[in-house]
């Protein structure tokens, strides 16, 4: 960076929210006056055209009113702006204006004004020419060796160039091997265009060459009648510089010239003939530039401006000076203004024109003198309990997080250490992945998403070597504390979801079971407690204070998963630290599974919906690449043709594509939702039916191995089809009532449902037969004989009519669950009514 910036001599700020570009600023004495002195035209995208004659009193001052000559709003946007002898039978100079479509010349005039207000300025329309094409860029000069007038030849989008003899149009010719536009400009010396093409390469057409050429306007002939009518265009020389090219410019000094390019890390400066005279690799990424004939004989001066909003003077490749811009240049001229000579001109993109010059007055920085005053430590302390106030109530509603530490201990000297962290989306971690020699590393965890997580647990692994250079791997479980996602609030007296969890003990105070909650103070506590999610869910917890039973109650089902497990354990290490090892706590109330079969169809119907918008992107996208190949191969075509609308239809399919990812990305956001949710749920239901049921540890575990087989939920293997083959498994094996059952087929490899009918009725008959006494347990009586299921699969569950029926006047005996099956079994009677139909289950 330079100590020295660029000394402001005049700036202005050109609209509001206009765009410019490097062809939309030139500086010429536009109207004529011979007084030699330059004024700034600049155009831009609006349609909105300006001339100035800055002449401050002091330098850095900003526009004044009389500084504004001119300005009137065309309605087209201006692509470019060039001041030549472009009227013929004169050689006064004035304004060509390039639109998209038009090509217009205008002349520029100044009244003498006889009050205050000063001199008048107008515009006045020599002519025009429509052009048929869409325009991209200009160039303009003597062409053919023409004396006293400048014609001018325009570069269309799809390659062609049309020459104008002023006010009549003389021929166009389309470039050989077109693809994309590129910067044109022509060179007297040698009357040849010089432009750049989209294949990197430098490439020169001789005007004589272009005039003989076969027209443009002829390309509907044959090629016999082609090569008849005209000789095929070729270059007259090329040079491949191997980048794009934002700029190109020609500099004539003592009956020579050199054509310079400006490249995206690299200028060049290139003989008359191609050959490369220099180049110079830049350092910063450019963004315009000027050549321009230096004071030492033979050399040139170069104006390189860069996205750095530095501005670089180079002597042939020799950095001389380096000053830095109050913005990033997109164009830049030099010219006299106001007597005073080499003022640069700058323009960046969103309007921001200044006349600066170069000096060695560096702009430096100094800090006014800090008043010195006596310290009022009582108003410091107030205003530090204020601001500590409002932290806690802020960090109440914000999420927060947790730092963990985790140590290692080792007996014996051990080698490559490595700890791998892992929690439950959507609790992420500052780091997952450590190499260290330390003992202890901290992380910090925090919840990341906008919903609550479905389990608390982390697990740590840490691979090591021993001294002896066998491997080794150490893993351990830790719990994360429920205010890494919840905080205290207000109970809530209503909710539509209800547990109700019966113990063998004296209640205990939640102030006791909660002491990061509930406020020792407040004896309402004891009983009622509120949790609220930083998701903004609310859950109550209440103790009776009769009987032994604790309630829990949300608007939500999964909301209760957490709450009801904190619980639980919470009053498990309670009872241990008092010795008490009689400790249980049941379930009576009724298996919520309705609630629960919403939650499966709405994850479901995601999941639906995702192979939906997969299906639609892919067929976007093939359309998509067809049109892209036919507008392709319209524009390599030699014959030009209409594009009858592909670029339009181009465009709409773009968007649609990008709508259509735009909505499968919403639904993989809230399928991500959905999945936790459906987890957090299917927790609670496998916590509900082993208080319920009374279950093992081991018996526990198989029933979490069967609803929650996946971490990640993925269209290829989702969670319906693998809990329905772990339940299917379970009701042919350990659950069976029959030995047809046991008969098991092959089938075909799991795939997504068509509908979760079947699932649901397998969870529905898994809870029916624990309430008629089923065992869980991994094998199934010897006496039965077994047949093994192959993996990718399972088959549909036979069961007889006399089972179905007996089935149902059994559940009355459990008079003790009597809520629950009654609950249960009006399902399992409307499957069994259909199933009887078919005389087969499912």
Same mark, same amino acid.
């Given at each position: 960076?330079?100590?020295?910036? $660029?000394?402001?001599?005049?700036?202005?700020?050109?609209?509001?929210?206009?765009?410019?570009?490097?062809?939309?600023?030139?500086?010429?004495?536009?109207?004529?006056?011979?007084?030699?002195?330059?004024?700034?035209?600049?155009?831009?995208?609006?349609?909105?055209?300006?001339?100035?004659? +800055?002449?401050?009193?002091?330098?850095?001052?900003?526009?004044?009113?009389?500084?504004?000559?001119?300005?009137?709003?065309?309605?087209?946007?201006?692509?470019?702006?060039?001041?030549?002898?472009?009227?013929?039978?004169?050689?006064?100079?004035?304004? &060509?204006?390039?639109?998209?479509?038009?090509?217009?010349?205008?002349?520029?005039?100044?009244?003498?004004?006889?009050?205050?207000?000063?001199?008048?300025?107008?515009?006045?329309?020599?002519?025009? *020419?429509?052009?048929?094409?869409?325009?991209?860029?200009?160039?303009?000069?003597?062409?053919?060796?023409?004396?006293?007038?400048?014609?001018?030849?325009?570069?269309?989008?799809?390659?062609?160039?049309?020459?104008?003899?002023?006010?009549?149009? $003389?021929?166009?010719?389309?470039?050989?091997?077109?693809?994309? +536009?590129?910067?044109?400009?022509?060179?007297?010396?040698?009357?040849?265009?010089?432009?750049?093409?989209?294949?990197?390469?430098?490439?020169?057409?001789? %005007?004589?060459?272009?005039?003989?050429?076969?027209?443009?306007?002829?390309?509907?002939?044959?090629?016999?009648?082609?090569?008849?009518?005209?000789?095929?265009?070729?270059?007259?020389?090329?040079?491949?510089?191997?980048?794009?090219?934002?700029?190109?410019?020609? /500099?004539?000094?003592?009956?020579?010239?050199?054509?310079?390019?400006?490249?995206?890390?690299?200028?060049?400066?290139?003989?008359?003939?191609?050959?490369?005279?220099?180049?110079?690799?830049?350092?910063?990424?450019?963004?315009?530039?000027?050549?321009?004939?230096?004071?030492?004989?033979?050399?040139?001066?170069?104006?390189?401006?860069?996205?750095?909003?530095?501005?670089?003077? %180079?002597?042939?490749?020799?950095?001389?000076?380096?000053?830095?811009?109050? *913005?990033?240049? /997109?164009?830049?001229?030099?010219?006299?203004?106001?007597?005073?000579?080499?003022?640069?001109?700058?323009?960046?993109?969103?309007? *921001?024109?200044?006349?600066?010059?170069?000096?060695?007055?560096?702009?430096?920085?100094?800090?006014?003198?800090?008043?010195?005053?006596?310290?009022?430590?009582?108003?410091?302390?107030?205003?530090?309990?204020?601001?500590?106030?409002?932290?806690?109530?802020?960090?109440?509603?914000?999420?927060?997080?947790?730092?963990?530490?985790?140590?290692?201990?080792?007996?014996?000297?051990?080698?490559?250490?490595?700890?791998?962290?892992?929690?439950?989306?959507?609790? &992420?971690?500052?780091?997952?992945?450590?190499?260290?020699?330390?003992?202890? /590393?901290?992380?910090?965890?925090?919840?990341?998403?906008?919903?609550?997580?479905?389990?608390?647990?982390?697990? &740590?692994?840490?691979?090591?070597?021993?001294?002896?250079?066998?491997?080794?791997?150490?893993?351990?479980?830790?719990?994360?504390?429920?205010?890494?996602?919840?905080?205290?609030?207000?109970?809530?007296?209503?909710?539509?979801?209800?547990?109700?969890?019966?113990?063998?003990?004296?209640?205990?105070?939640?102030?006791?079971?909660?002491?990061?909650?509930?406020?020792?103070?407040?004896?309402?506590?004891?009983?009622?407690?509120?949790?609220?999610?930083?998701?903004?869910?609310?859950?109550?917890?209440? @103790?009776?204070?009769?009987?032994?039973?604790?309630?829990?109650?949300?608007?939500?089902?999964?909301? !209760?998963?957490?709450?009801?497990?904190?619980?639980?354990?919470?009053?498990?290490?309670?009872?241990?630290?008092?010795?008490?090892?009689?400790?249980?706590?049941?379930?009576?109330? $009724?298996?919520?599974?309705?609630?629960?079969?919403?939650?499966?169809?709405?994850?479901?119907?995601?999941?639906?919906?995702?192979?939906?918008?997969?299906?639609?992107?892919?067929?976007?996208?093939?359309?998509?690449? @067809?049109?892209?190949?036919?507008?392709?191969?319209?524009?390599?075509?030699?014959?030009? &043709?209409?594009?009858?609308?592909?670029?339009?239809?181009?465009?709409?399919?773009?968007?649609?594509?990008? @709508?259509?990812?735009?909505?499968?990305?919403?639904?993989? @956001?809230?399928?991500?939702?959905?999945?936790?949710?459906?987890?957090?749920?299917?927790?609670?239901?496998?916590?509900?039916?082993?208080?319920?049921?009374?279950?093992?540890?081991?018996?526990?575990?198989?029933?979490?191995?069967?609803?929650?087989?996946?971490?990640?939920?993925?269209?290829?293997?989702?969670?319906?089809?693998?809990?329905?083959?772990?339940?299917?498994?379970?009701?042919?094996?350990?659950?069976?009532?029959?030995?047809?059952?046991?008969?098991?087929?092959?089938?075909?490899?799991?795939?997504?449902?068509?509908?979760?009918?079947?699932?649901?009725?397998?969870?529905?008959?898994?809870?029916?037969?624990?309430?008629?006494?089923?065992?869980?347990? !991994?094998?199934?009586?010897?006496?039965?004989?077994?047949?093994?299921?192959?993996?990718?699969?399972?088959?549909?569950?036979?069961?007889?009519?006399?089972?179905?029926?007996?089935?149902?006047?059994?559940?009355?005996?459990?008079?003790?669950?009597?809520?629950?099956?009654?609950?249960?079994? +009006?399902?399992?009677?409307?499957?069994?009514?259909?199933?009887?139909?078919?005389?087969?289950?499912?």
């Amino acid at each position: 960076m330079s100590l020295f910036k $660029a000394r402001d001599w005049w700036s202005t700020t050109l609209g509001e929210k206009e765009e410019f570009d490097q062809g939309c600023l030139c500086v010429a004495d536009i109207d004529n006056s011979g007084s030699g002195q330059a004024k700034i035209t600049v155009g831009s995208y609006m349609g909105y055209l300006r001339i100035f004659n +800055p002449h401050p009193v002091k330098p850095g001052d900003g526009m004044q009113a009389e500084d504004l000559l001119l300005e009137v709003q065309l309605r087209d946007p201006i692509l470019q702006v060039e001041v030549g002898k472009f009227v013929s039978g004169t050689e006064l100079l004035h304004l &060509a204006v390039l639109h998209c479509r038009k090509l217009c010349v205008y002349a520029v005039s100044g009244t003498l004004g006889n009050v205050e207000h000063g001199n008048q300025y107008q515009i006045k329309l020599m002519y025009e *020419h429509n052009l048929q094409r869409t325009a991209c860029n200009m160039t303009y000069g003597p062409f053919g060796g023409v004396k006293g007038r400048d014609l001018i030849c325009i570069q269309s989008m799809d390659g062609m160039l049309m020459l104008f003899e002023q006010e009549s149009y $003389a021929f166009g010719r389309f470039l050989p091997g077109f693809l994309l +536009p590129g910067p044109l400009t022509y060179s007297s010396r040698t009357d040849s265009f010089i432009t750049v093409s989209s294949c990197q390469q430098v490439e020169s057409y001789k %005007y004589q060459v272009l005039a003989f050429a076969t027209d443009a306007d002829e390309r509907q002939e044959t090629e016999q009648q082609k090569l008849s009518s005209g000789k095929r265009l070729v270059m007259d020389w090329v040079l491949n510089i191997g980048e794009q090219a934002l700029d190109i410019c020609v /500099v004539s000094f003592n009956q020579t010239s050199s054509v310079f390019v400006l490249g995206e890390r690299n200028f060049f400066c290139l003989k008359d003939n191609g050959q490369i005279r220099f180049m110079k690799k830049l350092d910063c990424s450019p963004s315009c530039f000027l050549p321009y004939c230096s004071v030492s004989e033979g050399t040139i001066n170069t104006l390189v401006g860069n996205h750095n909003s530095m501005l670089h003077v %180079y002597q042939d490749v020799t950095l001389k000076w380096a000053t830095q811009l109050p *913005h990033t240049p /997109v164009a830049v001229k030099v010219s006299n203004l106001q007597d005073l000579k080499g003022v640069i001109v700058t323009l960046s993109d969103n309007g *921001h024109l200044q006349c600066s010059y170069l000096g060695t007055d560096p702009s430096l920085f100094q800090a006014p003198k800090v008043e010195s005053r006596e310290i009022n430590y009582e108003e410091l302390d107030r205003e530090m309990k204020e601001l500590q106030k409002i932290i806690k109530e802020s960090t109440k509603t914000q999420g927060t997080s947790i730092l963990h530490i985790i140590t290692l201990q080792s007996r014996l000297a051990v080698q490559k250490t490595k700890l791998s962290i892992c929690v439950q989306p959507p609790l &992420a971690l500052t780091h997952d992945q450590f190499i260290f020699d330390d003992i202890a /590393v901290a992380l910090s965890v925090f919840l990341k998403g906008n919903c609550p997580p479905a389990e608390l647990e982390g697990n &740590a692994v840490a691979s090591y070597s021993m001294p002896t250079g066998i491997p080794r791997v150490a893993q351990c479980k830790f719990r994360l504390p429920l205010r890494l996602i919840c905080f205290p609030a207000q109970p809530s007296k209503t909710a539509n979801h209800k547990l109700t969890i019966d113990t063998n003990k004296s209640p205990v105070s939640l102030v006791n079971l909660f002491p990061d909650f509930a406020d020792q103070s407040d004896e309402d506590q004891v009983n009622v407690l509120g949790f609220q999610f930083l998701t903004g869910s609310r859950i109550t917890l209440l @103790a009776s204070k009769t009987s032994q039973r604790y309630r829990i109650q949300s608007e939500q089902l999964e909301d !209760l998963w957490l709450i009801t497990k904190e619980l639980t354990f919470r009053l498990e290490e309670h009872f241990k630290k008092q010795n008490s090892k009689d400790f249980t706590c049941t379930f009576s109330g $009724a298996v919520p599974l309705q609630e629960y079969f919403e939650l499966i169809d709405r994850h479901f119907e995601l999941r639906l919906n995702a192979e939906k918008f997969e299906e639609l992107l892919s067929e976007r996208a093939i359309q998509f690449r @067809a049109i892209e190949r036919r507008l392709l191969t319209r524009f390599k075509d030699k014959t030009p &043709a209409p594009l009858q609308h592909l670029d339009t239809l181009l465009e709409g399919t773009y968007r649609q594509i990008i @709508a259509l990812a735009d909505a499968a990305e919403e639904n993989q @956001a809230n399928m991500f939702q959905a999945f936790t949710k459906l987890k957090s749920a299917t927790q609670l239901v496998i916590m509900l039916i082993s208080l319920w049921q009374k279950l093992s540890t081991d018996q526990v575990a198989i029933l979490e191995a069967t609803f929650l087989p996946l971490m990640q939920d993925t269209q290829e293997l989702g969670w319906e089809e693998s809990v329905d083959a772990a339940i299917s498994h379970l009701l042919r094996t350990c659950l069976s009532k029959s030995s047809k059952e046991q008969i098991l087929t092959l089938t075909s490899q799991l795939s997504i449902p068509k509908d979760t009918i079947r699932l649901k009725k397998h969870i529905t008959l898994l809870c029916d037969r624990l309430a008629k006494g089923g065992r869980l347990c !991994l094998g199934t009586d010897t006496n039965i004989q077994q047949t093994m299921v192959m993996p990718g699969g399972c088959t549909p569950i036979p069961e007889s009519d006399l089972e179905e029926r007996t089935g149902v006047q059994d559940s009355t005996t459990f008079t003790s669950h009597r809520h629950l099956t009654n609950k249960i079994h +009006p399902y399992v009677t409307e499957l069994q009514n259909s199933e009887l139909q078919n005389n087969n289950l499912l």
